[in-house]
């Protein structure tokens, strides 16, 4: 059963447009989540988060959205560059119920900026 | 050179051979994790550490065997290779504490022929 789910495997998006990728989880004891970015032939970075307690997080062009009613986060890139063409992955853990601090990521979506 | 390092960066091997993949991190990390990566699938853990000599399972740990005996490396063996083990695997380490995402290694890309 998938508890992180990313639905939308690809997304284009036009330079200088908004890029909008989503993420569902089921597990409501999931507290934290993460957004990580993966260029092909490297690891994933990170690249940003949100903790329960908060409904918006910004760094920069990329803002994290998270709606803890529909279990619902997204992140947000604007003005979006071919630079951000990669596949991101959505993550989440129960930080607060203690243990492992273990992620359970998304499958991914690839996006691609077109200039 | 500070980070996390992974060896090799790429490895064929035989069906029912035992390979070793290596992890090295230079930060003293507490947590280590081993996931791979499938078209499909996204990224799934395979076993992670809290500490040396402490190690638990992940979603998909059948076939895999870890250990860690010193906090800064943790190597994931393939008792005898399958060819749906044939993936990417990717290392990673944080510190305790929420504030902190993981770190990942390049990744070692595994054929099993």
């Known amino acids: 059963d998938q508890q992180v789910k990313q639905n939308s495997p690809s997304l284009s998006v036009q330079e200088g447009r908004i890029s909008i990728l989503n993420c569902d989880y089921t597990?409501?004891?999931?507290?934290?989540f993460l957004w990580y970015k993966k260029y092909p032939a490297e690891g994933p970075t990170f690249l940003i988060s949100?903790?329960?307690?908060?409904d918006k997080n910004e760094d920069g062009r990329f803002t994290v959205f998270l709606n803890k009613s529909a279990k619902h986060l997204s992140l947000h890139i604007v003005p979006s560059q071919p630079g951000d063409s990669a596949v991101y992955f959505c993550?989440?853990?129960?930080?607060?119920?203690?243990?492992?601090?273990?992620?359970?990521f998304g499958k991914g979506t690839k996006l691609t900026v077109n200039p | 050179d500070a980070g996390i390092t992974q060896s090799p960066r790429y490895k064929i091997t035989e069906t029912g051979r035992q390979v070793t993949l290596m992890c090295h991190q230079t930060?003293?990390?507490?947590?280590m994790f081993w996931y791979r990566q499938d078209l499909g699938h996204g990224l799934r853990l395979i076993y992670y550490?809290?500490?040396?000599?402490?190690?638990d399972k992940g979603e998909v740990p059948d076939g895999y065997v870890v250990s860690r005996s010193k906090t800064e490396n943790f190597p994931l063996t393939l008792e005898s290779a399958t060819r749906s083990q044939t993936s990417v695997y990717f290392c990673?380490?944080?510190?305790?504490?929420?504030?902190?995402?993981?770190?990942f290694g390049s990744g070692t890309r595994l054929t099993v022929v």
């Open positions: 597990n409501s004891m999931f507290d934290y």
């Open positions: 949100i903790s329960s307690i908060k």
């Open positions: 990673a380490s944080k510190p305790t504490g929420k504030d902190y995402g993981y770190t």
């Open positions: 993550a989440a853990s129960p930080f607060a119920q203690g243990g492992s601090e273990k992620l359970v």
């Open positions: 550490s809290a500490a040396a000599d402490i190690t």
């Open positions: 930060w003293s990390h507490s947590y």
